[in-house]
Structures are given as C-alpha cells and as structure tokens.
C-alpha cells in the first residue's frame, strides 16, 4: 500500500530534555495508525511537529515521499492534514457552524455564502454519520457532539490524513463505537488516521498498524493481528501487569457525607439533581454510573460546597451543613479531584511545585509564623518527595505544569488531593487520559485510602473501572437517582438499563 507519510529520524528538545528522540514513523493511505506509549511519552510531541506547532530539532517528514517543511498549522492544513487535539480547541463564544467555517479562506471578506457553506458542511455531516447541530453554541453541546464538530472541521478543509489524539479520553462507551464507525468509514474512503488512545480494548479494535514509543523513542511497530494487549504493555511499560482484582467491602462505617432528597434545578431540569438521597460511608468507594450530562457533574458540585442545595438538606460527618463553599468543604477535609484538570484543577502557569503545595500554603510546615514567608526549600523538598511517590514525569517540579504530559498533569492533582489523607474524595474521571500503569496506581491509591477510612465518591464514564473500583454502585439518570447495586457481583445488564433509564 502507498505511504502516505513519513517522520524520519524526529528529535524535539525542549532545552536539555529530549521529548522526542531520533522518531520514525511511517502511514500508509487507509489506515488507522495508532501511537501507543505511556504519558509523557512524546506522542502529542510527535503530533505536534507534524501540524506545524513544534519545529523539530532534527529530522525530515515527507508526504508521498516528498520532503516538507511544515512551519504552521496553515501549512498542515494546505498539506492534507488535519488534527484533532487532546485539549480541544474550539471557540465556546462561537457556534458549530462558526467554528468549522473558522480560517476557512473560502469565506474570507464580508460575503460570506453562509446557506452554501451550511448545505457543503451538512453533506460532509451525512457522508461521515457525524450528526452536528450547527447552530448551537458551543457550550451547549456535549462532548461527544464536540469532538464531531472538531472532525467534521478538519475534514471540511480537506484533510486526507487525520491525527485524533486521545479522542475517546471524554466519550462514553455508546459514542465512542460511533466515533469508531466514522474511523471506519474514512478509511475505507482511504484516509489515513492517526490514533492516539491509552485504552488497550480500544487499540486493538481499531488499529491496523501499532506503533510504541517510549521516552521519546522509536520501540517497534507492530501489525494489530499479531500482537497481544500484554505483549503491548510489555513494550510501553517495561514490565507486566498482571489483572488488577480488588476486595470489595460490603459493611461501610458512618456516612461522611449523606444527601437528602437534594433538588437542585438551576441550570436545567435534565442535568439538576432531582430529590437525590445518597451517602458515602467510611471505608467504602461509591461508584456514580451513568451517561455524561445525567446530573453527575451537579453531584460533583454539590459535595464540594460549591453549589448550595434548593431543596433537601446534606449531613456532613453527622452534622448538618449550614453554608455551602468549597473553602468550607476543604476544611472539612474533602479532596476533589476535578472533571476538568485544566479548568479547575491546576493553575497552569503555576510551577508543579506550586500545584503540588496549593492548598497547604498555610500550614506551619511551609510557612512561618505570620504566614506570609513561604519556605520555599520545604515546599521544593516536599514536591521532589511527591514527584517520586506519584512519579510525576517532568524536568524539574519548577517547571510550569501547563508543559507537562496530560496524564502527568492529573498526577499532579492527585499528589495535592490524596496526601493529605481526606475523609471524602470526590473522584470525577480520576484516571481519564492516564496510561496504564498510571491508571493502576491510582486505584491502588484510592482503594488505600479507603481501606485508611476514606469515604471515596468515584463519578465515573468509564463503566469498566466503575465496575472494578465499586463498593456499592448507585445509577443516575435525569438528574434523579435510578437504582443501587451491589459492587460484588454487579447485575450489570440491570445497571446499563437503569443508565438508560430502564
Ligand atoms: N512546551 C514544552 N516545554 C517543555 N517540555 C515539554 C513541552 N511540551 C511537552 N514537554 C515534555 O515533553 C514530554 C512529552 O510530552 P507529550 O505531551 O508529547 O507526551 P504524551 O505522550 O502525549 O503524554 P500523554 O499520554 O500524557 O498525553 C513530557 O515530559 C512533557 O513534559
Ligand atoms: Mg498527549
């Protein structure tokens, strides 16, 4: 088959430190190739250079064996490339259709041809199965539907050889089977894609050809069919991981938190919460199944103090809460590990040392007695501590966290949200965009904390770890509770019908 790209020999140092060294990757036309490496590897690194936002310190990509100089993404775009990024970037202000028309050269000048534009793009919608509402605003829809738009963008300017990086990180198990479709579909068409996902399940569904990398380097590249999920996470990790499988506690302690029929309808009815009673003993994970977008990031919300009930009351550790605010819920020893680690959960211009010591500013250990002297070595000591135990990869904890790996990031939060032993954990997708080893460790982690007592609340799209992790599993649906199920032995037909609301 023709290749269609190659990456020749890629080095990309940020300073010292190589991110990607010495890279050969080859596409051919019609496949989907996925990158498969550990967080930090250099895979976004790799994908970057080949959209024109890195230039490469060394090293030669051509396209249909013709050397390239790709100095921007304007340049990438006119070459047939189109990306899809880890963190999207769409314009939220904006609707879909603004978005995809957005730098589009066609609709330069005041005149645009807004009716042609739509019917062109509605086309493409059809062809691919990527249904758009493209006038909807952006903040209006969900994650899935935006990662559509992202696509359906990248194809409306001619993309024949597609990057998805991590695309599936945020999907449900129902759209990701649709987005796999879509795959399918260009493919077949004979667009190439690259594919970037951590889920094992995921890459040996849909990858033709597999290529690892690990450290910033080339290991091998290998055809789908004849290679194994352990003999993959053999090659990016170094080492074998064998099932996780942990015991479950059926008899919890006294609820940390516990929710009285909670109404909550601000924003709309589907996504409030709706006469919610729920608690979370000590010593026992709560899984929240369901669909994204069913109440969950509301619940989320609420046991952070950040939204104050409109009816219905809520006990915290048996006392009832007065005031409702997150630096309330902080004192009260409630940890947070937030659904948007770049939104709420790390101050990206802030050193990860910085992240790390964020909320403990305070305390005696890292300042002196009037409090406003930070011991700057105590706080650098601790973060070096933290960056070994939750092996954080970076250059140094000085380093801004906005340049770390995403899965290095969410590491980080984890560090600052774990250490400080908290009674409740509200876990909101803890381990999405994490590898597998990552993955692992932050379960072991949280199912540590429980066993020290921790009431852990696990709000989850992945049903797999909801599965896993659950000591007892509760379904949302519509904002409403819709059923709770043993973790021992989950009925799960019962649970994917009750998160359909069945
Ligand atoms: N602008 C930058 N400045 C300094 N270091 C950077 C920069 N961008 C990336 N790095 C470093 O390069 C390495 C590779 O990062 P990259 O984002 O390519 O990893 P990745 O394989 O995509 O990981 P993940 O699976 O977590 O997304 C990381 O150690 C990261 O900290
Ligand atoms: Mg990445």
Redesign the pocket.
């Known amino acids: 088959m023709e290749e269609i790209l190659r990456m020749e020999h890629i080095t990309k140092k940020?300073?010292e430190?190589y991110?990607n060294k010495d890279i050969n990757l080859s596409v051919l036309k019609g496949e989907v190739h996925t990158l498969l490496?550990?967080?930090?590897?250099?895979?976004?690194?790799?994908m970057n250079i080949l959209f024109g936002l890195y230039q490469p310190t060394a090293g030669q990509i051509y396209l249909h064996s013709k050397p390239v100089h790709i100095d921007s993404p304007a340049t990438a775009v006119k070459l047939g490339i189109g990306m899809v990024h880890?963190h999207f970037m769409l314009v939220e202000a904006m609707t879909v259709f603004e978005n995809i028309i957005l730098g589009d050269r066609k609709t330069k000048g005041i005149f645009i041809d807004r009716d042609a534009r739509k019917k062109e793009i509605l086309e493409l919608s059809q062809r691919y199965g990527l249904d758009v509402e493209l006038d909807k605003q952006i903040t209006e829809i969900a994650v899935g539907a935006q990662q559509r738009v992202e696509i359906l963008k990248a194809l409306y300017r001619g993309a024949e050889l597609l990057v998805l990086d991590?695309p599936t990180a945020a999907l449900t198990d129902i759209e990701v089977e649709g987005l796999f479709k879509i795959m399918n579909k260009l493919t077949e068409e004979g667009k190439s894609i690259i594919f970037?996902s951590?889920k094992m399940r995921e890459v040996l569904h849909i990858s033709n050809r597999i290529t690892i990398?690990r450290t910033?380097e080339t290991v091998c590249t290998l055809n789908r069919g004849e290679t194994t999920g352990e003999e993959l996470a053999n090659l990016m990790i170094g080492r074998e991981l064998t099932p996780s499988q942990y015991t479950k506690v059926t008899e919890p302690e006294a609820p940390v938190i516990a929710l009285h029929a909670v109404d909550y309808h601000k924003t709309s009815k589907h996504n409030g919460l709706n006469g919610v009673s729920l608690q979370v003993g000590r010593g026992e994970i709560l899984g929240i199944a369901g669909v994204d977008g069913n109440g969950q990031s509301q619940l989320a919300q609420l046991v952070t103090g950040v939204i104050a009930p409109e009816g219905g009351s809520v006990d915290m550790k048996g006392s009832r809460v007065a005031t409702f605010s997150p630096n309330g819920f902080i004192l009260e020893n409630v940890s947070h590990i937030p659904e948007d680690r770049n939104k709420m959960g790390l101050v990206g211009n802030m050193s990860v040392m910085e992240n790390i010591v964020l909320k403990e500013t305070d305390e005696p250990r890292f300042s002196d007695a009037k409090g406003w002297h930070l011991k700057k070595r105590a706080m650098r000591a601790y973060a070096e501590q933290m960056q070994q135990k939750y092996d954080i990869?970076?250059?140094s904890v000085l380093?801004e966290s906005r340049?770390?790996?995403?899965?290095?990031q969410q590491k980080v939060i984890l560090a600052r949200e774990l250490e400080n032993n908290p009674d409740l954990l509200v876990a909101v997708h803890p381990t999405r965009?994490l590898?597998i080893g990552a993955t692992r460790f932050v379960h072991d982690t949280m199912i540590a904390a429980r066993d020290k007592g921790c009431g852990v609340l696990l709000i989850s799209a992945d049903f797999d770890e909801i599965l896993e992790m659950s000591d007892r599993i509760i379904v949302m649906f519509e904002g409403a509770v819709m059923g709770e199920f043993p973790g021992t032995n989950p009925p799960i037909d019962q649970i994917s019908l009750a998160m359909a609301g069945k």
């Open positions: 940020f300073g430190f991110a490496g550990e967080n930090g590897a250099g895979k976004s690194t790799l880890q991590e970037i951590h990398l910033g990869r970076c250059q380093q340049n770390l790996s995403g899965g290095n965009g590898d």
